[in-house]
């Protein structure tokens, strides 16, 4: 055999060998707990989605699954960490309906389509309008009046730039050709207890985040914003019964480092259906006023980018700024 005929060998038993090696380390992951990075503060819905997701797969993997929640930035301090984070299958980002990082391109080096790898949809969320209970509103028709007789008196919580009350809202401002004072903060639970609190009027949020204040009496649940009426309260109207082609629902999913090995994305993708496809999975998105919806990771990338069209759009003919 020739010189080069043995080096060729020799390069091709190296490489079946780094080969075997790669699958022999993917089917023993995970082997140390996994971190999910949340970028958002705690009560939340990505936060109580997230930890129900992470406490089955804790059982699942016989490892623990950490919610480290780093907010910040509309969500953007997140998602740079999650993408800087080594690809090794330990660290994976879960996320909801939130665009903050579009605003400022290009100076925000980070987007759900280029710098991650789209991993599991986990379903999608009703939004809600709720108000403080002192505030005098009882439907949609009075929400639009107020505004438009009191225009930048009204104010608005949001979980941040970007966020999805923000582009709730925003939506709905124009379409109602009202003027809302946006009062943004770093996450879905502060925003909330600041309309519980009625230091803000209003908020367009997820109904996960509020079913249990609005069941308290501390909110009052005006309208849902999704296609149709939730189940969870048929007498409730949609807004678009009052505003045609309003329409607004929460997605949540989890995300990848990019070049996170691909049989790893596999066998998490499979994991979390595997999850969101018990009956006590569902009943408990259920009862949080979501519903399971199941993709594969390149149907979920699909999603990211219409969704990303979309608000693109809002982004543009509101002329919202990075603050």
Known sequence: MSTNE????????????????????GAAWPEKPIRIVIPWPPGGSTDIVGRILAAELTTRFKQQVIIDNRAGAGSIVGLQLATAAPPDGYTFMMT????????DKPKVPVDLVNSFAPVALIGFGDSALVVHPSFPVKTVKDVIDLAKRRPGEIFYASSGI??????????????????????????????TADVIAGHTQLQIGSLVTVMSHVQSGRLKLIAVGGGKRSPKYPAIPTIAETVPGYESSIWWGVFAPPKTPADIIARMHAEITEVISTPAFQKRLDEQGGAVVKMSSAEFGKLMLAEQDKWVEVIKAANIKAE
Do not use: W
């Open 6 to 25: 043995l080096l060729r060998a020799a390069l091709a038993f190296l490489i079946a060998a780094a080969s075997s090696l790669a699958s022999q380390a």
């Open 96 to 103: 909801s309906t939130a665009y903050g990082f579009l605003i």
């Open 162 to 191: 970007g966020g999805f009350p923000h582009m709730n809202t925003e939506l709905f401002k124009l379409k109602t050709g009202t003027n809302l004072v946006h009062v943004p903060f770093k996450g879905g639970g502060p925003a």
